[in-house]
């Protein structure tokens, strides 16, 4: 069975992936496990409330302490829970459906040939005993990213004031929000804390991975099929029909999506920071 992870940050479509990936027939692909509140039933969280002891421990170690607590402590919990999650018979499986993500799945009939789960590169931090775990049981890795930096803050903001992170149904496909004013200095740095992760990212999977992918919200965007036949191809498997399953929250332009985006525009022509993630 090919072990797998999807490494990415918010607002890059890792949730259109995994949902995707666990379309396909021969392959489980849990969503964000580790999340430190994540109440699906395949989660870290859920694992960590068998007793007492187990639930202080993880309270602890998913926050922004955990960074500091020894690998032989950290790995101690983590590690079965990452061999139940990839066995052929995992604690739960992946939720299918937005509505009802807390609720236990099982799937009797399912052949799994390639088993993996989405993890948010602060998680990865968090959480640095699980290094050796990936490294140990030769998990390949999904790098997923977003190029334009732009459409990553927009998307993030828009999060925040509409409260609505994914659209499953056809239905609510066009739903909008206000035009969002942009605060240069918070665009300007948050482009660059995303130039300083991914160069970081790129040395973690230099330094740890034997094999990884690397895909963009853009490929998804641009060929949907093709780019998750990438990964398919990626895990040793054949191609497959894909579907997307989420929709895209906002399609307008920018003109349309910023309240202020003459200023932003010509701003933007001044900052001495790239859109793009990438690290030369």
């Known amino acids: 069975m090919k072990q797998f992870l999807i490494l990415a940050t918010q607002r890059s479509g890792s949730t259109l992936l995994s ?22 039933a395949d989660s870290y969280w859920k694992h960590a409330q068998a007793n007492t002891v187990t639930k202080g421990l993880h309270s602890f170690m998913s926050s922004q302490y955990g960074k500091y607590v ?6 101690k919990l983590l590690y079965p829970y990452l061999d139940a999650l990839y066995s052929e018979a995992p604690l739960s499986r992946p939720w299918k459906n937005i509505a009802n993500w807390e609720e236990e799945y099982v799937d009797s009939e399912a052949e799994d040939l390639a088993v993996g789960f ?6 990865l931090l968090v959480n ?73 990212r790129k040395a973690w999977l230099a330094q740890n991975m034997k094999g990884y992918l690397e895909l963009t919200y853009e490929d998804l965007n641009r060929d949907f099929n093709s780019a998750m036949n990438r990964v398919t191809k990626f895990l040793g498997l054949d191609d497959h029909a894909f579907e997307a ?36």
């Open 19 to 40: 949902t995707a990936l666990d379309n396909h027939p021969h392959i489980r692909c849990h969503g964000e496990v580790l999340m430190r509140k994540a109440h699906s």
């Open 70 to 75: 020894p690998a032989v402590i950290q790995s």
């Open 118 to 123: 989405k993890l948010m590169y602060k998680q």
């Open 128 to 200: 640095h005993s699980i290094t050796k775990y990936f490294r140990d049981n030769s998990v390949s890795c999904i790098h997923l990213y977003r190029e334009n930096l732009l459409d990553s803050y927009l998307s993030g903001k828009s999060l925040k004031a509409s409260g609505v992170a994914h659209v499953q149904s056809d239905d609510q496909k066009g739903r909008q929000v206000a035009p969002l004013e942009v605060d240069l200095a918070d665009l300007k740095e948050f482009v660059s804390k995303n130039h300083q992760m991914h160069s970081e």
């Open 245 to 280: 399953t989420l929709r895209k929250l906002n399609g307008l332009d920018y003109k349309e999506r910023v309240s202020n985006w003459e200023e932003l525009d010509s701003a933007m022509a001044k900052m001495n920071c790239r859109l793009s993630p990438t690290v030369s």
